[in-house]
């Protein structure tokens, strides 16, 4: 999926086909724009005001506490992006936002848009990251509530993921132990454990993320079948052949190349025979044909945000098979944009 520009007059279809339209001029000034309206929108509570009919801007103002004009100007701007319906003086939701942006709907993705409140700053500094090379290594200096938001960010995209990638990893038969490495909120760990009533997991987290997330795991109600450990997917020791399936879901692009080779060795030697390791993570473009827009904007902002970057297929089934496991085809996700699920099992 990419975003680009869509004409919206004739005219502007031809001069789009002609090459006339000043693509840069659109990209940067409303992309710019419809990122702080969305997330305006939603840190003021603009959209949940109309969760339950349409109001007018009026009203909306007076319940979420801003201002009648300008708020007016941000429901127009929400009408343009196809979030909100105007019908005279009224505003109502359209159900793409009553889906994915209002607080309580079970797919929203409202914590994961008022995340980019944080990584605005980071993005700024992109030029001085592409000129020097230094990244932005700035979790460890959130404050708590920054901390929380990211967890719950983070908990939005895997309540869109995890039902695939609990549905295509190769889970051993019979499978009763799980090691989810930087598992964080436990949703992907809570979702295979459903689908696997005799299988408990352990999910490795940093002490910081524990904190913020415990409130999300326990909200799965699992008990004592989805718990957390403090640990560090650098360093800590696995154990020898206790686990049948170990997965790394979207952390390795926060390790560098030694300690993912490193962190491999350790899970091959923590699988049963039989059991299986799964990588799940954006992947690094590597020809002009599989350069998506996501991948490769997802590339430079791990580049960015951590030590590393994303990785390529060859190099994640490059360290399972140096690790002594024998990689499976990758599965490109369907609803993952430029995510792979890289399995390898260890043999028998
Ligand atoms: C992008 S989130 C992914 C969370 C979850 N696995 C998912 O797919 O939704 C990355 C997680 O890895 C954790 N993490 C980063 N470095 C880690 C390390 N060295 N050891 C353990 N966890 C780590 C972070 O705290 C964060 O919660």
Redesign the pocket.
């Known amino acids: 999926m990419r975003v680009g520009l869509i004409p919206e007059t004739a005219y502007e279809l031809m001069g789009l086909i002609a090459g006339e339209v000043p693509n840069p001029v659109i990209e940067t000034f409303n992309g710019l724009l419809m990122v702080r309206s969305l997330v305006a929108a939603c840190r003021l509570e603009i959209l949940d005001t109309l969760a339950e009919g349409p109001l007018s801007a009026i009203d909306v103002a007076s319940r979420a506490g801003t201002s009648p004009v300008p708020t007016e100007r941000l429901l127009d701007v929400l009408v343009s992006l196809r979030y909100v319906r105007r019908k005279g003086d009224t505003f109502e939701l359209l159900p793409v936002a009553r889906r994915w942006l209002l607080k309580d709907s079970p797919d929203s993705v409202r914590d994961y848009v008022l995340w980019r409140h944080y990584e605005w700053e980071w993005i700024s500094r992109l030029d001085d990251h592409v000129r020097t090379g230094a990244s932005i290594l700035g979790r460890g200096a959130l404050d708590d509530d920054a901390w929380q938001l990211y967890?719950r960010a983070?908990?939005c995209?895997?309540n869109l993921g995890s039902p695939e990638i609990a549905a295509r990893t190769p889970v051993p038969q019979g499978a009763t132990t799980m090691l989810?490495?930087?598992?964080?909120?436990g949703?992907?760990s809570a979702t295979f454990c459903r689908r696997h009533p005799a299988m408990k997991a352990v999910v490795?987290?940093?002490p910081e993320?524990i904190q913020a997330?415990a409130p999300l795991l326990a909200s799965e109600n699992l008990g004592d079948r989805v718990v957390h450990r403090a640990?560090?997917?650098?360093t800590d020791d696995f154990g020898d052949a206790c686990w049948d399936l170990v997965v790394a879901?979207?952390?390795v692009h926060?390790?560098t190349s030694d300690q993912c080779t490193s962190l491999t060795v350790r899970v091959a030697r923590s699988l049963k025979p039989g059991g299986v390791f799964a990588i799940?993570d954006f992947t690094r473009p590597t020809s002009e044909r599989a350069t998506g827009q996501t991948p490769a904007l997802m590339d430079l902002y791990f580049s960015l945000t951590s030590v590393s970057g994303a990785w390529s297929i060859e190099e994640m089934a490059h360290w399972q098979q140096t690790a002594g496991l024998k990689p499976y085809k990758a599965l490109r996700m369907r609803r993952g944009a430029g995510s792979v699920i890289q399995a390898a099992k260890r043999p028998a």
Not at 231 to 234: F, I, L, N, Q, S
């Open positions: 967890q983070m908990r995209l895997a989810d490495i930087g598992g964080a909120h949703h992907l490795l987290e940093l993320a997330s640990g560090d997917a650098r879901s979207n952390i926060n390790l799940i």
